[in-house]
Nanobody, 122 residues
Framework: QVQLVESGGGSVESGGSLRLSCAASGYTYRRYNWAWFRQAPGKEREGVAAIDRDGRTNYADSVKGRFTISQDNAKNTLYLQMRSLKPEDTAMYYC????????????????WGQGTQVTVSS
């Protein structure tokens, strides 16, 4: 059983930065692919960034050049560094793991965290 706990969300002004963390427990960390998703009220969940077991990454066009996904295997933690934040980045952010497709931005992941809220004001 995999447990995922996100943290690091908050409220920032447009142009600001945040770093989200996702602490994982309950399994062998490097066995799975990882991703960050977000969901705004009234909208579908969308993939933001993904990373495979070899450290290769994939990003949604809307965040390329602004967001960076990374992993610390020693700490069993996934990160999402977000810079130049915009009001349209406002959403609940979720980490996920367990997809059979490396670097997938589709929500076909087995395990999900509870989410952390990011709010960007203009």
């Amino acid at each position: 059983q995999v447990q995922l706990v996100e943290s690091g969300g908050g409220s920032v002004e447009s142009g600001g930065s945040l770093r989200l963390s996702c602490a994982a427990s309950g399994y062998t960390y490097r066995r799975y692919n990882w991703a960050w998703f977000r969901q705004a009220p009234g909208k579908e969940r969308e993939g933001v960034a993904a990373i495979d077991r070899d450290g290769r990454t994939n990003y949604a066009d809307s965040v390329k050049g602004r967001f960076t996904i990374s992993q610390d295997n020693a700490k069993n933690t996934l990160y999402l560094q977000m810079r130049s934040l915009k009001p349209e980045d406002t959403a609940m952010y979720y980490c996920a793991t367990g997809s059979s497709i490396p670097r997938s931005l589709l929500p076909w992941y087995e395990s999900w965290g509870q989410g952390t809220q990011v709010t960007v004001s203009s």
